[in-house]
Every structure is written in C-alpha cells, then in structure tokens.
C-alpha cells in the first residue's frame, strides 16, 4: 500500500481593517462569508476596527453572537495601518490574508494559501492579465505609486496595496518591524519580506470598486512621499 499522506487543510486569519462601515459591513461580512465557506481552509475572520464614530462597533460585536469565526479587534485612534499590524499579530494562524470590507475574493484567498512556492501572495492590479476597472485617475495613482516604490525603495513588486496573502514565517520576523502606520504599514511589510528574501509572488486580478472610492487621494501624496523616505532610512 502506497503510504497515506497527511491531509492537512492551511489555517487563515483574514484581517480586515475597517472604521465607519455601520451601512456596509454587515452586508460585506454576509458576502464575504459566503465566498469562503467554499474554500476548503480553516479560517477565521478577524475585523480590526478602530476610531469609528458609528455604529460599526456595535454591529460586529452583534454579528459575531451568530457568525461562527468572527471577531472583533477595537483600537480607540482611527489608523489603517495601525489596524492591520494589530490584527495581523494577533493571528496565530498559517497564513494571514489581508481584505478590505469592500474588496475581497474567496478565489484569491483559496488560490494563495494553497501555494507552496509564495511565503507573500499579492494580488497585483498591474500583473499581466489583470483587469482594472476603476477609474482612470485611480489607475495612474497606483502607476504612480509604484513609480515613486521602485524609484525610492528598488522594490520590483508591481502592487503593495490590495488583496494579500502573507505566511506565518514572514509575520513572525518582519510584522513587529515594521515602523510605517496609515496607508503605508503594508507596503512597508512587503518591501521587508522581500529584502529579507522570501518570495514574493504576484497574482492577476479583476478589480472593479464595489462602490465609490472614499479616499482623496491627492491629499494623500504628500504623506505619502514622507513615508517612503523614512522606510528607506529605517532599512538602512
Ligand atoms: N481600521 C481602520 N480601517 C480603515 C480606516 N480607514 C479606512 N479603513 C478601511 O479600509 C478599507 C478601505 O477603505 P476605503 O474607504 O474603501 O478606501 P479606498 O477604497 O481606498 O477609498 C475599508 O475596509 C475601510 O473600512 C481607518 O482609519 N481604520
Ligand atoms: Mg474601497
């Protein structure tokens, strides 16, 4: 008899940051649990709240009585960044996979924590095959960014910021390290994942914004050209 090998389905912890989303969540939870209900891993949803001013607290805490696998991880200060390092470790789990309420795919998740040649999986909205469809001025954004990525840092990823995977191993070494909070914390993990020399592997996705963006991006630039300077002198 040929030996049997173990069957061993990956552990996840979805991490999703969220402030303000009293209109949204609950439909996005529903959503999100019925996409992964097909996925044949172990996972459980942590939504990482901090600083809302509505009632999104209340409504996960009311969710969590009757929806096996979520919880709730409240910060006082609104910080996405600041969310995401909370809620990423605090997962004990194989494989944390990073989602926004308003953009997730149960396909992504089940295609990335079932490789074995990737420690980060990241959904890439300028991989080849992807399809982009928000707006124009948000596609030249992560042009851009990218840009100011490779230029700043010599990264060689196409896209730090969307849908990811992360394994345990590069949580454990590089998560605690990471200085940059808001919208920088999880580009910052990925540029030390690959300098630390895990690999990184880049996926194709259909990106289409399941409702109106809500962040001004202009505003953001400058913040954002500060934070990449300070990433790369904390890497030196
Ligand atoms: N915890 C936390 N989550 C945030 C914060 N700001 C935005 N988010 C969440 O980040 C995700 C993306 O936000 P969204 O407004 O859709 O951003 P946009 O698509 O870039 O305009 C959503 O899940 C938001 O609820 C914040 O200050 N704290
Ligand atoms: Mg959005």
């Known amino acids: ?42 996972v459980e949803v942590l939504v990482a709240e901090n600083g809302s001013t509505d009632d999104t607290a209340a409504i996960i805490t009311r969710l969590t009585e009757t929806m096996p696998g979520l919880s709730l991880l409240h910060l006082d200060t609104a ?25 997730f795919s149960g396909d992504f998740l089940a295609g990335a924590v079932t490789r074995h040649d990737a420690d980060v999986v990241l959904a890439s909205k300028r991989a080849p095959g992807s399809d982009d469809r928000r707006s124009r001025f948000r596609k030249v954004a992560t042009w851009g960014f990218n840009l100011l990525l490779r230029t700043i840092l010599g990264s060689r990823v196409s896209d ?9 191993a590069v949580i454990d070494v590089v998560a605690a390290e990471v200085g940059s909070t808001k919208d920088l914390f999880d580009t910052e993990l990925v540029i030390r994942a690959e300098r630390a020399g895990f690999r ?23 913040r954002t050209v500060r934070g990449l300077w300070r990433i790369r002198r904390s890497l030196r």
Do not use: C
């Not at 470790?89 to 308003?102: C, G, H, K």
């Not at 259909?206 to 109106?212: A, K």
């Open 160 to 168: 730090t910021h969307g849908m990811k995977a992360i394994r345990r």
């Open 79 to 103: 910080d996405y960044g600041a969310a995401m390092r909370a809620g990423f470790l605090a997962s004990t789990a194989d494989w944390v996979v990073n989602f926004d309420i308003d953009y």
């Open 200 to 222: 990184i592997v880049e996926v194709p996705v259909t990106v289409e914004e399941r409702r109106q963006s809500r962040s001004r991006l202009v505003r953001r630039i400058p």
């Open 1 to 42: 008899m040929p030996p049997t090998t173990p069957i061993y389905a990956p552990t996840v912890t979805v991490v999703i940051p969220v402030h303000n989303e009293a209109d949204y969540i609950e439909g996005g939870l529903r959503q999100l649990f019925a996409e992964i209900a097909a996925v044949d891993a172990s």
